[in-house]
């Protein structure tokens, strides 16, 4: 049974760093994750995606595929910057992550992050319009982490309106979306 756990577990991971590579591969520039708790998770996600080089300790190598510029004699430090260039935005959106902003703002690698106020009010065992003020204190605590660890924060809006109060906060990244049509 441990064998079996261990064989699914290298599986999913081997799994989750074929669908990162290859996502990166095919030209994202940047990756927005999503349900991520723990700052071991994040550190985990991030070694996948930067190359695999002495500097940056990752396991993203030298494909084969097409990148945007596609150019197939690169040299393998020019390809390895312009991985470790990609943008890497993490949700916090569950209470253990909101718990541990502070040290997942502080890993090398974490550019942005995006609070979910949906899945975190879940996660509290809440709904979103009982306990709407709590969420939102959630939210500028990680906006004001992430900006004092040097991480963009992005928040997602419903209206171009809705971006002044988060501007005033010193947000400069946003995403029209759905979410906080009910927050």
Known sequence: MVLLLALLTHHLLDSISYCLTNGVQFSFQGILFTDHQTPEQVRETVRLVRSETPEMGGRFGYP???????????????????????VLLFMIEKAVAVDN???????????????????YCMSRGWNVKDHREEARAAERHCIEVALAHGVQPRCEIHSVEAAKCYMDLRVRHFCLGDQLVQF
Do not use: L, T, W, Y
């Open 64 to 86: 084969n595929k097409r990148f945007i510029g596609f150019q197939p004699r690169i040299a393998q430090m020019d390809h390895a910057r312009r991985v470790d260039e990609i």
């Open 101 to 119: 902003i502070e040290e997942i703002c502080s890993i090398p690698g974490v550019d942005m992050i995006q609070f979910g106020p949906s899945d």
